[in-house]
């Protein structure tokens, strides 16, 4: 493979090289190595404690790192000041507990990063924000606060407040696992017509069917590094190593039991 | 709606049983006799002394005398308001230093809060009183009294806007931030409202006490209601009814505070 003559070489949107972070003595991120492509999705799953929220959260700088480097675009993560504020402005984020603004309507929260950050005027805003509103399915929300919400509502509110910025990737923390079941897939069908429409997307899930359906490429993430990597019918037809399919393993057979 | 718990009550206890109700009651009747007995003896008394002599009241009925209780009340609403409005300006900003990510302007500010909030208000009364004059600076009257108020009530102010800061959840803040908010924006926008009205019924509570030392007027001289208060009583040797009125007064300002209270929440 030579990159120079593929047409259309392109940067990666993100790039992670040899990261480490420790937490103290405990060692979270062990040489992580990982690139995004644009358009792509990569969703990371992996036991819990393995790393994989932290990895998500050094992306944009949530969690700083030990050694390494992150690239976003081709330029290295500035450390601070508003070169930082900058790059996070284009990296969305999603969290699994939502973070909506609980003191501000949910128009509000969608408006408020453009009118701030992009010095968008607010009527542009508002009317940009209500087109979002509309393509996660809660335009008719947008004058109540979060609590009036369910967590389907507010976790969909919380993915336009992401687009509003127009960002180059988006980043999905856990988004959810904080659910009740029966609001779980109303947010993966907007995560999944994301991904169609060609979003960059970095995903920190537990959703194994929707992880194999998204998917571009799967990383398997054990015990802070990266154990696994490849296509998901790969992956998960034929799993590499042991730990793999002992964790796929675990996940069939609470299928298995919920099917009963 | 029963079902709706909103009362204190309604967490601290069960719904009563027969048992309960009849004891509730029996208690009630308990409690309110020796209440009853002491306020009856209380008037007895004063009777016997002659303090509810239609001499020591009359001059309630005069214009002249609720006009003056009313410059007193206007002081005193001076007083709290110039000191109320010193006291969370400057707890603000102790505030700020206080959560500041410099070590330095945290030990000050840290220092300063501890300071004004361990000594008396009465020795702030009496420094602008009796020290600061010594220095030449000559203060209005208003400020002599606003001044050490207000100064004993911004650590307070201070450490009850940083407890508002600390209960707003961490994810709000990560959440700013990755939309790309700068720090400043991200304290002003969305951190400080929601701790704002985390610690509003604190507020409260700390400007009921800046009214209640406002009284301190008296030490300087300044009109509020206590000093009028106290030249009523000498003037018609009327301390009782003075002190019962004026008491009422000071009570229906709290009151009203609070009510404010609750209609901006």
């Given at each position: 493979m030579n990159s120079e003559h593929k047409s259309g070489a392109e940067t990666p949107v993100i790039e992670l090289r040899t990261v480490n972070k420790y937490f103290g003595t405990h060692h979270v991120l062990k040489d992580v190595s990982l690139s995004v492509r644009q358009g792509e999705v990569v969703v990371i799953i992996g036991p819990s404690g393995s790393g994989k929220s932290t990895l998500c959260r050094t992306i944009n700088r949530l969690e700083t790192i030990s050694s390494g480097e992150i690239l976003i675009e081709g330029q290295p993560m500035p450390a601070e000041g508003k070169e930082l504020a900058q790059v996070r402005s284009r990296i969305g984020m999603v969290f699994q507990s939502f973070?909506?603004?609980?003191?501000?309507t949910i128009l509000d929260n969608v408006t408020m990063a453009p009118m701030d950050?992009?010095?968008?005027?607010r009527k542009d805003a508002e009317e940009e924000a209500l087109k979002l509103l509309r393509q996660v399915g809660i335009?008719?929300?947008?004058?109540?606060?979060?609590?009036?919400?369910?967590g389907g509502q507010q976790q969909r509110a919380a993915i336009a407040r992401a687009l509003a910025m127009h960002p180059k990737a988006i980043l999905f923390d856990?988004?959810?696992?904080?659910?009740?079941p029966e609001m779980i897939q109303e947010v993966l069908d907007v995560m999944t017509s994301l991904a169609k429409s060609g979003m960059t997307m970095v995903i920190v899930t537990h959703e194994m069917n929707f992880a194999r359906n998204v998917a571009d490429r799967i990383i398997f993430m054990n015990d802070g590094a990266i154990l696994e990597e490849g296509a998901p019918d790969e992956f998960f037809a034929h799993p590499k190593t042991e730990r793999a399919r002992e964790f796929l393993a675990s996940f069939r057979n609470e299928q298995k039991e919920s099917e009963l | 709606m029963k079902n709706e718990k909103n009362n204190i009550r309604d967490f601290l206890y069960d719904e009563p049983g027969p048992k309960a109700k009849r004891r509730i009651i029996f208690w009630t009747i308990v409690s309110l006799v020796p209440i009853a007995f002491l306020l009856y003896r209380m008037t007895v008394r004063f009777q016997e002394n002659g303090q509810l002599a239609p001499q020591y009241w009359s001059?309630?009925?005069k214009y002249t005398t609720w006009r003056f209780i009313g410059q007193g009340l206007l002081g005193t609403l001076e007083a709290a308001l110039t000191a109320g409005a010193i006291a969370f300006v400057i707890g603000f900003l102790l505030m700020r230093g206080r959560i500041s990510r410099s070590g330095i302007l945290r030990k000050i500010s840290a220092a300063l809060i501890e300071f004004t909030r361990g000594v008396p208000t009465l020795l702030f009364i009496y420094f602008f009183f009796l020290?600061?004059?010594?220095?030449g600076l000559k203060l209005p009257s208003l400020l002599r009294i606003a001044l050490p108020v207000a100064i004993s009530a911004v650590g307070v102010v201070a450490e009850v806007f940083r407890s508002g800061v600390n209960a707003v959840p961490k994810g709000q803040t990560e959440a700013a931030l990755s939309l790309g908010m700068r720090n400043r924006h991200v304290f002003y926008k969305v951190i400080f409202p929601q701790a704002f009205r985390y610690v509003i019924p604190s507020l409260i509570s700390e400007i009921v006490i800046v009214v209640k030392d406002t009284t301190f007027a008296y030490v300087i001289n300044f009109p509020d209601l206590m000093q009028n208060a106290k030249v009523l009583i000498s003037n018609y040797d009327a301390m009782l009814p003075v002190y019962l009125i004026v008491s009422v007064i000071y009570i229906l300002i709290n009151f009203l505070i609070n009510q404010l209270a609750r209609a901006v929440r």
């Open positions: 973070n909506l603004f609980l003191h501000r950050v992009l010095h968008i005027k335009e008719d929300q947008a004058r109540k606060v979060p609590a009036q919400l369910s856990e988004p959810t696992s904080a659910l009740d | 001059f309630f009925l020290v600061v004059p010594q220095t």
